[in-house]
């Protein structure tokens, strides 16, 4: 059984809200999803999670601070 994290669960809900209007998933949020759950680093992963709460990009989560 594969568990995620409560942060990898909020970096996954910064992920979906960065679609398209249509719906469609963008190859952007997929690699973001792809990279957070390929993360075995728990202090990486909180990090991420409080950077979700302000970027308006997924693809954002990873730009040098």
């Known amino acids: 059984m594969i568990?995620?994290?409560?942060?990898?669960?909020?970096i996954e809900s910064s992920a979906k809200?960065?679609?398209?209007?249509?719906?469609?998933r963008s190859q952007s949020a997929d690699a973001v999803r792809?990279?957070?759950y390929a993360c075995g680093d728990l202090d990486r992963l909180e990090s991420w999670?409080?950077?979700?709460?302000?970027?308006t990009d997924a693809a954002q989560?990873?730009?040098?601070?």
């Open 17 to 24: 809200s960065a679609r398209p209007a249509s719906g469609a």
């Open 61 to 65: 989560l990873f730009a040098p601070e």
């Open 34 to 36: 792809r990279q957070v």
């Open 3 to 10: 568990r995620i994290s409560p942060s990898a669960a909020c």
């Open 49 to 55: 999670a409080q950077r979700a709460m302000h970027v």
